[in-house]
């Protein structure tokens, strides 16, 4: 079978995307690391860990909603806890189980870092769009997440390291 190569419109597209993601990354992890010494991936941990009921998530789940390996999360958390930000707890009724559990240093770090975060954010993306442009990009975000990390995702072998 021949491979369907991309139109012009996809071409321009695709590398815009791509190199939205490479640049937006860096964008944010400077910043992060600039205002707060936090990197992207900490402060994701930490925002995580915030949302959830209190401030409790198994490492499994914390690792499925960061999207990354299990070991690289285990890594980044013992960095965490160096900090004082994050300890793990073993999980009741689970002795194989370990939690991420926020502490209050850490929730006061989130609270500095996340106006810069968020201005940044603003002023990079949603300032930048429309409303209805911004429900659109959104919409296609979450089309092709869903492509890749759902039930119909491509017979490829991806490895999603979070799912092991």
Known sequence: METPWL???ELRSWRAFSDLMLVMEDALDQQLRHD??????HYSVLVFLSEAPEHRLRMTNLAENLKIARTRLSYTVARMEEAGWVRREDSPGDKRAQLA????????TLECAAPGHVALVRSAVFDRLTPAQARAFGAACEIVLSGLTGPERPALPLDLPWRR
Do not use: Q
Request: hydrophobic letters at 40%; aromatic letters at 0%.
């Open 7 to 9: 139109s012009a419109d």
């Open 101 to 108: 559990v926020l502490t209050d240093e850490g929730m006061a």
């Open 36 to 41: 707060s010494g936090l990197s992207h991936l």
